[in-house]
């Protein structure tokens, strides 16, 4: 057996007197050896020519790649029989016996063609690196350990492995050639792991032998040199060798998976990166990825070449592949590191501000030692800063209220916006109904008559309950509007802009605090607060109808301000913003159930995060038991609307939300943009807030506050990515689930992190020694950011919307009248032709209100009346009206365009007679037998006034828990 050395050297001459002084050391000497030096500027060949000889030295250009070496190396050294190479880098030093290890492994397995060391970190030398290495899925290099273990022999044993790193390699020449050598698509990175994986497919086996150590400093990998082949961007080289190296040796069947893996998991990764502000990784990977990808005839050429090198049947290489769930075990570590480091980040803050408001105290005890009892018992207010950020508070305390409002522009502005706002919502001064808003009931006792029953008259009867905001409907139209409901449903679309920049402005104000205790700029304030109140005209949900989000849009503020009470200091404070925050969830879930459920997901990864992270923290109570008692609060206070909709069968209203079906769809262009519908504004007018959100990561006092907004927005895009895959197959329609939710939260979220981006270049920026060109693009940034809030207000003021004439109603007044009498009265109302398709609705009472069409949108199809249905149209019996009858119908009415056939029919049976209609396209017919409603009469059962009752109970808890404590204020005084 020949053992010939092959050294490749670059720069190396700090660690090549180590590494020649362990080459020369070896028990069991190399046969002969070989050096290629790629254009080294420093003493490299002058060190490896006492060793290697003036012969055995060879020069090569600077750009020359890891391959090519290794290949002038090959031809250089004649051929001998049973010949094996030894691989060994400049900055890798083998242990003496490192090389006689080796030999052995080779006498013991003499059916191996590939045997490597185990590599340890220079200079630390107990650190491990590397004990063979693969390739995850998504091109992750895998060596089985973990991040700075150490070596206590507890890997200590030969096995198979997918490839072994070319520091200390040892190959047998013959495979390495009939190989191909080492690809020159991979310079540099990652061509260990691409011939491993040949090697394996080709039938070779690659071993590990612990016994045989080398000592190795990776210093391309970890930048201590720079070289032609990666420049500053050793990151960029890695990803593209990764990407490669799987499109190119993954199996036919898995390429498409493959690729399609790679496209979506790097866009990922640049994501990720960005988040944490390593900009120029994320560069790096987004480059590596164009790289591969726009050269696709690279990588065919190379699959190519591989299959010629397998020449009957590649063999099986998925036993020496790591798992499939490891990428996501470590994109779970990823994100738990991330938590714990802005946890870390956040505890610092708290704890270097409460040392400093400590040491504040003792100051101004010890300036007036009389007031310190007084300043003990008294909790401090907030002060003034040196900027004013009070000025909202305290405006001249000593002038009237007319004064402080007219010397202040910022309650001049917000003022503007509020009447502006008004102006454009003067729609809903009157009743209004359209889209996706349906008409509102006579009086709000019949939202209280919705609520309580069992059973609904609607349609051919419902078991399905009502909305959870039903309720809340009805008591604000007890309470607060003396029985209207016309007026609840105008309050909440015209106040809603006004109360989410109320809400937008608090939250803001406060977190702007807890991020520098200057707070954020006052018009930075402005910008922030009035850009997201404007959001649910904007996006399209008001002029559109969908109430629902237009009320979540307005209390997720007020929601979000409610949950930085878990963060408090003081348990009790802690308990109660719990339950402040569980009523808060519950009354927006109540008109978008999807919020419950993404708390669900986010309260999951946090729960994980916090395992990974500190299992301790699990044990004390305060800590997890505020935010789960909000979640859990909220199917408690909504249980008459809960409990039932499980089980009937309808939990697809999980995914609804109010207001009529089916929900419109939203394409990414929509949630990157804030936009539902074509109702919305011009989408160029939110690209402005996610360009600031992206930038609000550069200023480095904003990058905690920043990255945990992001990682909030993250399980809500994954949430997103998921729903858009899912199709709800109703029974009266199909529909995709409501994304309203989602692009309300994500915009909130880029109007938050933009704002503190902002308020930081804003204090950056305050002092005069600052370059022109920086003040100028600042003025830039400004002009872009206020043409977000001024042209949304201004569009909205003269948008369209689709508020107006209901085209659902068309039943004569007299039918309507009728129906107003007794339930047994319907109308049954057909559309279509008998071609096509007839398509049928019962209207029953007053017709279809909001609350109503939920429970119609999730009933269950009545096989018995569709059946009726099909035989009315296609070939009617006086059985047939009798039957129609008796399912409580009155009259029969088919709009225009009236398909000859069905008018036909019911022209010439017996039971039905002409009745007349406003429109003469329309046409109408009376059915002459006494009607009957046993089938579809409302019911009020006790089981659903035991849940009614319990709801009422657990509300009043909910209030008196979530107020202060009053006995703790007690103990203090």
Request: aromatic share 8%; glycine share 10%; charged share 20%.
């Amino acid at each position: 057996m020949i053992v010939s050395v092959v050294l490749v050297s670059h720069d190396g001459a700090r660690w090549l007197p180590q590494v020649l002084g362990g080459l020369s050391g070896q028990q069991r000497p190399a046969d002969r050896g070989i050096a290629v030096d790629t254009g080294s500027r420093d003493d490299c060949i002058d060190l490896l020519v006492p060793v290697f000889g003036a012969d055995a030295v060879l020069s090569a250009p600077v750009k020359t790649s890891y391959p090519e070496a290794v290949q002038r190396a090959l031809e250089s050294l004649p051929p001998a029989e049973d010949e094996w190479i030894w691989l060994l880098h400049d900055d890798s030093n083998p242990a003496p016996d490192a090389l006689a290890a080796l030999v052995a492994a080779v006498a013991e397995h003499p059916e191996v063609d590939v045997f490597g060391p185990k590599l340890r970190e220079w200079p630390s030398l107990r650190r491990l690196l590397e004990l063979g290495v693969t390739i995850s899925g998504t091109g992750r290099r895998e060596t089985g350990l973990e991040r700075g273990e150490y070596d206590q022999g507890q890997h200590d044993r030969s096995r198979r492995v997918l490839a072994v790193n070319t520091a200390g390699m040892l190959v047998r020449r013959e495979v390495l050639e009939s190989l191909g050598g080492f690809d020159e698509a991979l310079p540099l990175f990652g061509n260990d792991i691409d011939f491993g994986w040949r090697a394996a497919r080709a039938g070779h086996q690659t071993y590990v032998v612990p016994e045989a150590v080398v000592f190795h400093a990776e210093a391309a990998t970890r930048g201590a040199r720079t070289t032609e082949l990666t420049g500053r961007h050793p990151h960029y080289s890695m990803r593209r060798a990764a990407l490669f190296t799987l499109l190119a040796n993954v199996e036919r069947p898995q390429l498409l998976w493959q690729t399609i893996r790679l496209l979506f998991g790097s866009l990922v990764r640049v994501l990720g990166l960005l988040a944490v502000r390593a900009v120029g990784e994320a560069a790096d990977e987004f480059a590596a990825l164009l790289h591969v990808y726009t050269r696709p005839g690279q990588v065919r050429a190379a699959r190519l070449e591989r299959k010629g090198l397998w020449e009957q049947q590649a063999h099986d290489v998925r036993p020496l592949m790591p798992p499939w769930w490891l990428p996501y075990r470590h994109g779970l570590d990823a994100v738990s590191d991330l938590f714990q480091a802005l946890a870390s980040s956040v505890q610092d803050v708290a704890e270097r501000r409460r040392a400093a408001k400590e040491a504040t105290l003792a100051a101004e005890r010890a300036a007036a030692p009389g007031l310190a009892p007084l300043q003990a018992a008294t909790p401090e207010r907030p002060r003034r800063g040196s900027d004013g950020e009070d000025e909202d508070d305290e405006l001249y305390a000593d002038s009237g209220w007319v004064v402080r409002f007219f010397t202040s522009p910022v309650a001049i502005v917000l003022s503007v916006v509020v009447l502006a706002s008004l102006f454009a919502a003067r729609e809903a001064f009157w009743s209004i109904q359209g889209g996706a808003l349906s008409p509102v009931p006579d009086r709000a006792a019949d939202w209280w008559r919705l609520h309580l029953e069992s059973r609904h008259a609607l349609g051919t009867g419902s078991d399905v309950p009502a909305p959870a905001y039903i309720a809340l409907f009805a008591v604000a139209g007890f309470v607060l509007f003396g029985g209207s409901s016309g007026v609840v449903m105008s309050a909440l679309m015209l106040l809603a802009v006004p109360l989410a920049l109320w809400g937008a402005w608090r939250f803001l104000r406060v977190v702007g605090r807890l991020v520098d205790p200057r707070g954020l700029s006052t018009w930075v304030l402005v910008w922030g607060s009035v850009t997201y109140a404007l959001l649910p005209a904007t996006s399209g949900a008001w002029g559109e109808g969908r109430f629902g989000t237009v009320a979540m849009a307005a209390l997720l503020p007020w929601l979000a301000h409610a949950a930085l009470g878990f963060v408090d200091p003081e348990p009790d404070r802690r308990w109660r913003a719990g339950w402040r925050t569980g009523m808060l969830l519950a009354l927006c879930a109540a008109f978008v159930p999807g919020i419950w459920l993404f708390g669900l997901v986010v309260a999951a990864i946090v729960v994980a995060a916090a395992i990974a992270i500190s299992p301790r923290l699990l044990n004390d109570r305060a800590v997890w038991g505020p935010p789960a008692l909000a979640l859990v609060l909220v199917p408690v206070l909504l249980l008459p609307w809960f409990l039932p909709l499980i089980g009937t069968g309808s939990a697809a209203g999980l995914l609804l939300e109010a207001g009529r079906l089916p929900v419109a769809s939203v394409d990414a262009a929509g949630l990157l943009t804030g936009r539902l519908s074509q109702m919305g504004a011009p989408w160029w007018l939110g690209v402005p807030v996610g360009l600031l959100a992206v930038l609000a990561i550069a200023p480095h006092s904003t990058r905690v506050p920043v990255m945990i907004g992001w990682v909030v927005a993250l399980p809500a895009a994954c949430v997103v990515a998921v729903l858009g895959l899912v199709q709800l197959d109703l029974p009266g329609s199909s529909t995709p689930p409501s994304m309203g939710f989602f692009v309300v939260v994500l915009q909130g979220i880029a109007v938050v992190v933009a704002s503190l981006g902002t308020g930081a270049l804003v204090r950056r920026l305050a002092g005069d020694d600052h370059p022109w060109w920086q003040r100028a693009v600042a003025l830039a940034v400004a002009g872009v950011a206020v043409v977000v809030p001024l042209g949304g207000l201004v569009w909205w003021v003269g948008a369209d919307n689709q508020f107006g004439e209901d085209p659902l109603e068309v039943v004569p007044a007299y039918m309507a009248q009728s129906a107003l009498t007794d339930d047994a009265r319907g109308v049954l109302v057909l559309r279509g032709s008998v071609d096509e398709g007839v398509t049928y609705r019962i209207r029953r009472g007053d017709g279809v209100t909001v609350g109503e069409d939920e429970i119609l949108g999730l009933t269950p199809e009545d096989r018995e009346m569709s059946a009726l249905v099909t035989r009315l149209v296609s070939a009617p019996t006086p059985r047939v009206v009798e039957a129609l009858a008796d399912q409580g119908v009155e009259y029969v009415v088919v709009p225009s365009p009236v398909d000859g056939r069905i008018a036909a029919g019911m022209d010439a049976v017996d039971g039905f007679v002409q009745a007349s209609a406003e429109d003469r396209s329309t046409r109408a017919w009376r059915v002459e037998h006494e009607t009957s409603a046993r089938g579809v009469a409302s019911e009020v059962g006790t089981g659903r006034m035991v849940l009614v009752v319990t709801q009422g109970i657990a509300w009043i808890l909910a209030l008196v828990a979530a107020g202060p404590t009053i006995t703790s204020r007690r103990v203090r005084r």
